[in-house]
């Protein structure tokens, strides 16, 4: 039966709402990343058309989760987001100090590397109803947590390469207008 609810192996798409909900853009990949075991660049996309794909992700159960596919998602769950173009899990690198604009973000491969966070803390954030099951056009934050530090992905920045915006992991929680705030599209097969 089919219900708005978002579930582990489903495709999802995640819209940032920088200056309201869908101006922020479409999450998704574009280009080789320069960052050390990195995959992809990853940053948001002003629209659909062209990147129908890049922007896909598939929501799968973190290392040492209970949960199995089919399972429906709850915030405060821990998650992996892999790209359905690259395979690459959305990760925050934290290698060096975050500079102004956060740490770097973009697609891995490397899991086992405890400088690269591809695990992200779901917390839903809309005032509908207290329901802890993620839901589709639920708005939402990611943060990515490294040791006793924590980043939430946050567009930050005119983007490159085609990007409407660069995304980054900011030690702030919605540092500007929405910029850390997400809105899931659970896309239907």
């Given at each position: 039966?089919?219900?708005?609810f978002l579930r582990y192996g489903?495709?999802?798409?995640?819209?940032?709402?920088?200056?309201?909900?869908?101006?922020?853009?479409?999450?998704?990949?574009?280009?080789?990343?320069?960052?050390?075991?990195?995959?992809?660049?990853?940053?948001?996309?002003?629209?659909?058309?062209?990147?129908?794909?890049?922007?896909q992700w598939t929501i799968m159960?973190?290392?040492?989760?209970?949960?199995?596919?089919?399972?429906?998602?709850?915030?405060?769950?821990?998650?992996?987001?892999?790209?359905?173009?690259?395979?690459?899990?959305?990760?925050?690198?934290?290698?060096?100090?975050?500079?102004?604009?956060?740490?770097?973000?973009?697609?891995?491969?490397?899991l086992s590397d405890n400088t690269?966070?591809?695990?992200?803390?779901?917390?839903?954030?809309?005032?509908?109803?207290?329901?802890?099951?993620?839901?589709?056009?639920?708005?939402?934050?990611?943060?990515?947590?490294?040791?006793?530090?924590?980043?939430?992905?946050?567009?930050?920045?005119?983007?490159?390469?085609?990007?409407?915006?660069?995304?980054?992991?900011?030690?702030?929680?919605?540092?500007?207008?929405?910029?850390?705030?997400?809105?899931?599209?659970?896309?239907?097969?």
């Open positions: 039966m089919a219900d708005d489903d495709r999802l798409r995640i819209i940032n709402a920088y200056g309201e909900v869908g101006r922020g853009g479409y999450l998704g990949v574009g280009g080789r990343s320069e960052v050390l075991n990195a995959v992809d660049n990853v940053g948001t996309y002003a629209s659909l058309p062209g990147q129908e794909v890049t922007t159960a973190a290392p040492g989760s209970t949960k199995t596919n089919g399972q429906i998602v709850c915030s405060g769950d821990q998650i992996r987001l892999q790209n359905y173009q690259d395979k690459g899990y959305l990760a925050l690198f934290s290698k060096t100090p975050p500079g102004d604009s956060g740490y770097p973000v973009a697609t891995t491969t490397t690269i966070a591809a695990a992200w803390y779901v917390l839903i954030s809309t005032q509908h109803k207290p329901d802890p099951n993620l839901s589709d056009k639920n708005d939402i934050y990611l943060v990515a947590t490294f040791g006793p530090l924590a980043g939430a992905l946050d567009t930050n920045g005119v983007g490159a390469g085609g990007f409407t915006y660069s995304v980054t992991g900011a030690r702030l929680l919605n540092r500007d207008g929405g910029s850390g705030s997400w809105q899931v599209v659970k896309i239907i097969n």
